[in-house]
């Protein structure tokens, strides 16, 4: 198969084209056919997947089949965070560069005239965090009379920090006849409750994801929690981890990892809910350009960077969820290259490897750090009461990272 089997508008095709798109991934293979019908969906996919242009591609030839005079807001697009709002956004332009549609994206951290005046143009697609749109909703800026298809983009995350009231504020406000397209990493209970209030008899769609973790060499290392750092760098000695990505547990922790990483002369940047904009752009970009060689992130964050040639990645703390782990390493070894996952293990974090195990269905190895020697009492069986009081202090951490 490829986009040719589909029947789009000669504009779409030729935008296609100029992206590369040649065959479509089994994400779009299985979505692009169903959305161009005007069915609800309920999709299941990770990022990576190429899902963007499985739900673009039918939302803009919809908006392209309609022969209309004036613009106005049809296609509403929702997602977790402003580096998602951005990228999809980015690839929405470039879809649409041989029409007269416009795009926009409407997201927090920046100032709201630019928005504003984006949305007084009546824009045709917009791409939106929930919060930010809800500003512009109370302020009468945004309009829905017209709008035809909502696109609910990763919406485990959405849930994950807080947003399902603000989603459910928007969907009131939105007609009762339209396409709605929902996807999700995982289909939990939320999200299918969540479907069933969006959706109308959804198509379910689940494929594979492109990374699979077989195609990534996955790597646990025991350590001391105040060995950390230094394991990191010992790591980051071996030239060929050229674009690596760390995740750290909160911002605060990210902050001081590339504190010490800069100290040691490498070239470390930093992403999270508490750096501007401009900083989160300027570093994801010096990233991509490889002027930094490490993006070091949070989960929440790190949501929606899609950058191609990341070598490693290091978990520099071990996920309170099985999924989020898989959606770590999926960041390496896109597109079916190998890449490799590192993860720096204390003996509190034993209880949550075993979970990442029985998801993955497979025993981890582990390795020896050189020069980093765990003292003998770091490997007797931490009691129950200390692991309980670390899960608790940690989902106690999750859950105030998920209100800010």
């Given at each position: 198969?490829?986009?040719?089997?589909?029947?789009?508008?000669?504009r779409?095709?030729?935008?296609?084209?100029?992206?590369?798109?040649?065959?479509?991934?089994?994400?779009?293979?299985?979505?692009?056919?169903?959305?161009?019908?005007?069915?609800?969906?309920?999709?299941?996919?990770?990022?990576?997947?190429?899902?963007?242009?499985?739900?673009?591609?039918?939302?803009?030839?919809?908006?392209?089949?309609?022969?209309?005079?004036?613009?106005?807001?049809?296609?509403?697009?929702?997602?977790?965070?402003?580096?998602?709002?951005?990228?999809?956004?980015?690839?929405?332009?470039?879809?649409?560069?041989?029409?007269d549609?416009?795009?926009?994206?409407?997201?927090?951290?920046?100032?709201?005239?630019?928005?504003?005046?984006?949305?007084?143009?009546?824009?045709d697609?917009?791409?939106?965090?929930?919060?930010?749109l809800?500003?512009?909703?109370q302020?009468?800026?945004?309009?829905?009379?017209?709008?035809?298809?909502?696109?609910?983009?990763?919406?485990?995350?959405?849930?994950?920090?807080?947003?399902?009231?603000a989603?459910?504020?928007?969907v009131?406000?939105?007609?009762?006849?339209?396409?709605?397209?929902?996807?999700?990493?995982?289909?939990?209970?939320?999200?299918?409750?969540?479907?069933?209030?969006?959706?109308?008899?959804?198509?379910?769609i689940?494929?594979?994801?492109?990374?699979?973790?077989?195609?990534?060499?996955?790597?646990?290392?025991?350590?001391?929690?105040?060995?950390?750092?230094?394991?990191?760098?010992?790591?980051?000695?071996?030239?060929?981890?050229?674009?690596?990505?760390?995740?750290?547990?909160?911002?605060?922790?990210?902050?001081?990892?590339?504190?010490?990483?800069?100290?040691a002369?490498?070239?470390?940047?930093?992403?999270?809910?508490?750096?501007?904009?401009?900083?989160?752009?300027?570093?994801?970009?010096?990233?991509?350009n490889?002027?930094?060689?490490?993006?070091?992130?949070?989960?929440?964050?790190?949501?929606?960077?899609?950058?191609?040639?990341?070598?490693?990645?290091?978990?520099?703390?071990?996920?309170?969820?099985?999924?989020?782990?898989?959606?770590?390493?999926?960041?390496?070894?896109?597109?079916?290259?190998?890449?490799?996952?590192?993860?720096?293990?204390?003996?509190?974090?034993?209880?949550?490897?075993?979970?990442?195990?029985?998801?993955?269905?497979?025993?981890?190895?582990?390795?020896?750090?050189?020069?980093?020697?765990?003292?003998?009492?770091?490997?007797?069986?931490?009691?129950?009461?200390?692991?309980?009081?670390?899960?608790?202090a940690?989902?106690?951490?999750?859950?105030?990272?998920?209100?800010?």
């Amino acid at each position: 198969m490829n986009f040719n089997s589909f029947s789009l508008d000669a504009r779409l095709h030729k935008s296609i084209a100029a992206l590369g798109f040649q065959e479509p991934t089994p994400i779009q293979a299985a979505t692009i056919p169903v959305a161009l019908t005007g069915q609800d969906i309920l999709g299941s996919a990770e990022t990576g997947t190429g899902k963007t242009a499985a739900f673009l591609i039918p939302a803009i030839q919809k908006l392209l089949e309609q022969n209309v005079a004036q613009h106005s807001l049809r296609v509403l697009i929702l997602v977790p965070t402003r580096e998602l709002a951005l990228q999809v956004a980015e690839q929405a332009q470039a879809l649409v560069k041989h029409t007269d549609l416009r795009v926009a994206a409407i997201y927090g951290g920046v100032g709201m005239v630019n928005q504003e005046q984006a949305l007084k143009r009546r824009t045709d697609i917009i791409i939106a965090t929930p919060g930010r749109l809800q500003d512009h909703m109370q302020r009468g800026y945004v309009t829905f009379q017209d709008l035809q298809v909502l696109v609910l983009d990763e919406a485990d995350r959405m849930l994950d920090v807080g947003f399902l009231p603000a989603i459910r504020r928007i969907v009131r406000e939105l007609p009762r006849e339209r396409q709605t397209m929902l996807f999700s990493a995982t289909l939990v209970a939320e999200i299918l409750s969540l479907a069933s209030e969006v959706t109308f008899k959804p198509a379910r769609i689940a494929v594979e994801t492109t990374v699979t973790p077989q195609a990534i060499e996955q790597t646990l290392f025991t350590v001391g929690e105040h060995q950390k750092t230094e394991a990191l760098q010992k790591l980051l000695a071996d030239k060929e981890m050229e674009s690596v990505l760390v995740f750290a547990r909160t911002k605060h922790r990210a902050d001081k990892i590339v504190k010490h990483l800069k100290k040691a002369n490498i070239r470390a940047d930093v992403i999270h809910g508490n750096r501007s904009q401009g900083q989160r752009v300027a570093a994801l970009n010096a990233f991509r350009n490889g002027k930094a060689r490490v993006l070091v992130a949070t989960d929440i964050a790190a949501r929606g960077i899609d950058v191609e040639g990341i070598s490693h990645v290091v978990n520099y703390d071990v996920p309170m969820q099985a999924e989020d782990y898989v959606h770590r390493i999926g960041r390496t070894g896109r597109a079916q290259a190998v890449g490799s996952a590192y993860t720096l293990v204390t003996p509190l974090d034993e209880p949550q490897v075993k979970k990442i195990e029985r998801v993955l269905n497979q025993k981890l190895p582990r390795r020896r750090i050189d020069g980093i020697e765990p003292s003998a009492s770091m490997f007797n069986q931490p009691n129950a009461d200390a692991i309980q009081q670390y899960i608790q202090a940690n989902r106690q951490r999750k859950m105030t990272m998920a209100a800010r």
